[in-house]
């Protein structure tokens, strides 16, 4: 009856109609505009036929994931209008099927998210199989479901569930989304048609029970949602909230409007646009690093030197992802709390049910705690994790190259010494990399794969291979004094001192660059990362930088240092960490050395500590860039967002330019050239702000 490149309508037998939702180019359903044109094509085609009833399934794997994102920053230029009568327009198309003189039931195998389930809540039941899942994540994206979603899912599973469904974005297994009420049947998947079948047919000998649906999906859900969502820069989730709780009151086309009114609004936040285009970035970064991956050698067994905090957690993370793993030591104690740390860590899942007690000691089975190089001939890849010395790490690669078969990679973990002048040390540069995990290991998302310039492509694809495996995000960067992550977090201290300097108060930064997004100020997150830690990266990089990252007085991290303090592993710091958690109360070493500055009494304001923070770390990023040690804006951002914790709804430190606007932050900048040459506009940074360059075009 219509068979188009996204669906296909035939007649199934026994007076009933299949609508198959299936990509003639193989890929997965998504609803693109070119897909709701063939719907409205084939819409109408089932309000000219008789029928008994309609099963709208999927032929791939999952019934259909939501509108075309890609299809999004060109619909955010729209003005609000246009894009509430876009989405009217569809809503009138789904509306439709509520209409049609025959019932229709949703079949759903795999995934239904976002569109995808608005269109199967848009149908009157809906069956899944036991493999289904369903859920709206458009607040992932800033945005709420603009399709009926927020009309709908509440008057079927009741508001408060619906909004809680919406602000967690994680869609729901099919068993609780039956105990919801949100699928009507869960069956075998290859029963799932049959049970759809029977279900129609019964709906057309008693016509009753589809007039009591869909007077029961029309009903305004009466109850108002309490929830209270945590304010997170993502303007979605007060939206979600205000929404619900009145349109849960309103007839459906009131409820649409304002559903429509609102996904507008969203459209036009800065906030949305960031999501979305982080979202993008990482959809582009991750088909670039599968392709890298798919080159790469499988590693067979892996090890690494050093049981130390990161050794510790790389040995341990790569035997949970089934890669037997080596740990090597020159030290029995550090072997057994190297495996003490694996074990607590992996007791915390089986404590809170994620992992089987079995599981935990064949993990732990699986990584073998060494004083030798036992089994090293047979190794595939190695990660040093010594201590941060370059003559110690550069005796120790060269000493362990030579147990290694010639085909081995050997990567080093190092936060801060170049991968070249380690590579020195070396029979096969080829075969070396930097391999920067970040602290927690098992915890933070990304790991920085640092290219030498005798690195080879195969050294790089092995390296990313393996770095996917242990479920991390792999980004490219090339060797400089802090690689891209630290390098362009020292500035910020550096403009942390500097505001110090002029007696700005270290709790009142945090606090100002907390309310900015970030999880915790600078001060707090020095105590985190060490302060020992913290002084000596920032030697190197004074010394890698020492124009724009020298010091005019000693830096407040060296002063607490000196008098043994050492941040939350020692238990003070800026800080006192001996309290509960949660708990702020400021060292009285730290306040002794804010109040000897000068009291800035005011003077200078929370816009003014935003744009002294944020603007030497947007322009080091944009170094990085211009200097290639980053390939794309997307990357750099993204090392952002997962190394550092940069607030997600900013979107990343080249979003955050592209907010502002290139020549208003050029502007900014300058007015803060009394400030030292942190704050130099580099000279293609001017040249891309004169002609009004973007980064991002999403
Ligand atoms: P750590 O002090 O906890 O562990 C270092 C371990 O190396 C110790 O167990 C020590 O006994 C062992 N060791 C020293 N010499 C050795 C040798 N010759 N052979 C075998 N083992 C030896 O240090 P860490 O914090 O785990 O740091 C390790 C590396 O990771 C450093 O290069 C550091 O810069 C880097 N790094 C650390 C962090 C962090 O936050 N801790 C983050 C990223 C990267």
Redesign the pocket.
């Known amino acids: 009856m219509f068979d188009g490149k996204y669906m296909k309508l035939e007649e199934a037998g026994d007076g009933l109609l299949g609508l198959t939702l299936e990509r003639k180019d193989g890929g997965e359903n998504v609803l693109s505009e070119a897909f709701l044109d063939e719907l409205t094509q084939v819409m109408q085609e089932l309000e000219s036929v008789s029928a008994q009833g309609l099963i709208v399934s999927s032929a791939a794997k999952h019934f259909a994931l939501g509108a075309d994102v890609t299809e999004f920053p060109a619909m955010f230029r729209l003005g609000a209008d246009e894009i509430e009568g876009w989405l009217s327009g569809v809503n009138a198309l789904f509306a439709r099927f509520a209409a049609l003189p025959y019932a229709s039931v949703s079949v759903i195998g795999g995934m239904a998210l976002g569109g995808g389930f608005e269109l199967a809540l848009a149908t009157d039941f809906r069956i899944g199989s036991e493999a289904a899942s369903v859920g709206l994540p458009e607040v992932t994206l800033g945005i709420c479901p603009g399709w009926g979603g927020t009309v709908r899912l509440p008057r079927l599973i009741g508001t408060e569930q619906a909004l809680n469904w919406m602000l967690a974005g994680a869609p729901k297994k099919a068993a609780q989304a039956l105990e919801a009420g949100a699928l009507d049947q869960v069956v075998s998947a290859d029963q799932a048609m049959a049970a759809a079948r029977t279900l129609l047919q019964k709906l057309h000998a008693d016509a009753t029970q589809l007039q009591q649906r869909r007077e029961d999906n029309r009903r305004a859900a009466a109850e108002l949602p309490q929830t209270a969502p945590a304010a997170d820069g993502n303007p979605a989730v007060p939206g979600l909230q205000n929404l619900l709780s009145h349109s849960a009151a309103l007839d459906m086309a009131a409820a649409l409007r304002a559903e429509s009114a609102l996904f507008a609004r969203l459209a036009g936040c800065d906030a949305t646009q960031n999501l979305v285009s982080v979202f993008l970035s990482g959809q582009a970064i991750k088909r670039k690093y599968r392709k890298l991956a798919a080159k790469g050698e499988d590693v067979g067994v892996a090890a690494v030197?050093?049981?130390?905090?990161?050794?510790?957690?790389i040995a341990s993370l790569a035997a949970s992802r089934g890669v037997r793993a080596l740990m090597?030591?020159?030290?029995d104690?550090?072997?057994q709390?190297?495996m003490s740390t694996a074990d607590q860590l992996l007791e915390r899942r089986v404590s809170r049910g994620r992992m089987s007690a079995e599981k935990k000691q064949a993990i732990l089975g699986n990584i073998s705690p060494q004083l030798d190089y036992a089994g090293f001939a047979s190794a595939g890849y190695v990660v040093?994790?010594?201590?941060?010395?370059p003559k110690?790490?550069a005796?120790?690669l060269s000493?362990c190259e030579a147990q290694l078969p010639e085909t081995a990679v050997l990567a080093?973990?190092?936060?801060?010494?170049s991968i070249d002048s380690l590579a020195a040390s070396l029979a096969r540069p080829e075969n070396f990399c930097g391999m920067?995990?970040?602290?927690p290991v098992h915890a933070m998302p990304l790991v920085e794969v640092i290219r030498g310039q005798a690195t080879s492509r195969e050294t790089i694809n092995t390296t990313v291979a393996l770095a996917m495996k242990l479920g991390k995000t792999p980004i490219v960067v090339g060797d400089c004094p802090g690689f891209l992550v630290n390098r362009v977090l020292f500035p910020y201290f550096n403009a942390f001192n500097r505001l110090l300097a002029d007696g700005v108060a270290f709790e009142r930064i945090d606090r100002v660059m907390e309310g900015f997004g970030w999880p915790m100020g600078p001060a707090m997150l020095a105590d985190v990362?060490?302060l020992d830690?913290m002084a000596?990266?920032d030697a190197v990089m004074v010394e890698g930088f020492p124009a724009r990252m020298g010091h005019d007085a000693t830096p407040v991290v060296d002063q607490l240092l000196a008098q043994g303090l050492r941040g939350q592993k020692g238990g003070r710091g800026f800080y006192c960490h001996d309290g509960g958690r949660g708990e702020r109360r400021p060292s009285a070493e730290a306040l002794a050395l804010s109040t000897a500055a000068a009291d800035d009494k005011g003077a200078v304001s929370d816009d003014e500590i935003v744009d002294r923070m944020m603007i030497p770390l947007c322009l080091e990023t944009a170094r990085c860039l211009d200097e290639g040690i980053v390939d794309t804006a997307g990357e750099a951002d993204t090392a952002l967002l997962y190394g550092l914790g940069f607030p997600r709804f900013r979107g990343g430190a080249l979003h955050y330019i592209d907010s502002v606007g290139a020549a208003q932050f050029l502007a900014r900048t300058q007015a803060f050239s009394g400030c030292g040459a942190l704050y130099e506009v580099p000279d293609f940074f001017r040249r891309r702000a004169e002609q009004g360059l973007r980064y991002f075009d999403h």
């Not at 090597?328 to 030290?331: G, R, T, V």
């Not at 040093?384 to 010395?389: D, T």
């Not at 920067?436 to 602290?439: K, L, M, S």
């Open positions: 030197i050093g049981a130390g905090v990161m050794g510790g957690g090597k030591d020159i030290s104690e550090a072997l709390l190297g040093e994790a010594v201590v941060e010395n110690v790490k005796a120790v000493e080093s973990n190092t936060s801060t010494i920067h995990f970040f602290n990362i060490g830690v000596h990266a």
